[in-house]
């Protein structure tokens, strides 16, 4: 069976927490579980001619997740300031004018774009002109029957009605979460339920997928609900990287032609091994 193509697009990020720097990024923390599930998995950022930019792309290569489709920018690699002074009270500042702010839309790129079995992106990187325009046309190049995955992943006060409803009208598959859920409800104006509405006024949307914390998740096809499962009871050491794990493990099993329940099912298992390891990069094998 070949191998599926799968691309998270967007920003890559070291989290800078006292003198610690912590490599992720939703983008790269989803191809990392698409990997281990068997696909191959391509990184579509840009990072900086600086060390943590070197030291990323490294670090990723040696992952065996694809790093081609890595851009150097002239700009710094993309930080995020994380103050954990204040226990149980982290505040975070998710520098600006780093290198995933200029990505570029590179025509090889575009080539795996338009073979790719899965694209998956998020909101934050599209802070910037030019970063939005490039994720977007690489959606738009992405074969009609691939999934496109907007896993929305609400950042600060980086988003907009325009940046949410562009991608919504392209998405087939929606992931969020108990807050981004009214969030975007208010934002977008829509009335009465909220799942109901998105699907109304989006007619390319395939799936929703609502994420409740450690409570459940629920999918929803256009028919209603079709998957509820609550969320298992671990010993937790870091949520990091398990709602991507999560993304990932979905959407890998409806592509190997598991029934939603059975890919939601495999993706609550997955999600709940990650948070008992401390890090997103976890392996699965």
């Known amino acids: 069976m070949d191998k599926k193509i799968i691309l998270g697009i967007g920003e ?3 989290d800078h927490i006292g003198s610690r720097y912590c490599l992720g990024g939703a983008p790269y923390n989803f191809a990392h579980f698409a990997k281990e599930l068997g696909g191959d998995a391509y990184v579509v950022s840009a990072v900086g001619r600086d060390e943590l930019g070197r030291k990323a792309v490294r670090m990723i290569k040696k992952d065996n997740v ?3 489709l890595i851009q150097k920018s002239l700009l710094p690699t993309g930080v995020v300031e994380v103050d954990s002074s204040v226990k149980n009270d982290p505040k975070y500042n998710i520098v600006e004018n780093v290198a995933w702010d200029a990505i570029a839309l590179d025509p090889k790129a ?3 774009a338009g073979k790719a079995d899965v694209v998956c992106w998020g909101a934050l990187a599209q802070r910037s002109s030019l970063s939005k325009n490039s994720i977007l046309a690489l959606v738009d190049a992405a074969p009609k029957k ?3 995955v907007f896993d929305i992943n609400i950042r600060q006060h980086y988003y907009s009605s325009r940046i949410i409803s562009c991608s919504l009208q392209r998405a087939n598959i929606l992931k969020l979460n108990q807050a981004e859920l009214p969030l975007i409800a208010s934002v977008l104006k829509l009335e009465g339920d909220p799942v109901e509405a998105l699907f109304k006024r989006y007619r390319g949307l395939q799936l929703i997928v609502y994420t409740c914390g450690e ?6 096809d256009r028919l209603g609900m079709v998957s509820e499962i609550r969320t298992p009871k671990v010993k937790v050491k870091d ?3 398990a ?3 999560f993304t990932a493990t979905l959407v890998s099993g409806i592509l190997n032609g598991m029934s939603v329940p059975e890919a939601h099912a495999k993706a609550v298992m997955v999600s709940a091994e990650v948070c008992k390891s401390r890090g997103a990069i976890v392996s699965l094998q």
């Open 12 to 14: 890559i990020v070291w």
């Open 66 to 68: 694809y790093t081609d």
């Open 110 to 112: 575009l080539e795996i």
């Open 146 to 148: 691939a999934l496109k």
């Open 215 to 220: 409570v459940c998740s629920r999918i929803y």
């Open 239 to 241: 949520t990091v990287g």
């Open 243 to 245: 709602g991507d794990s």
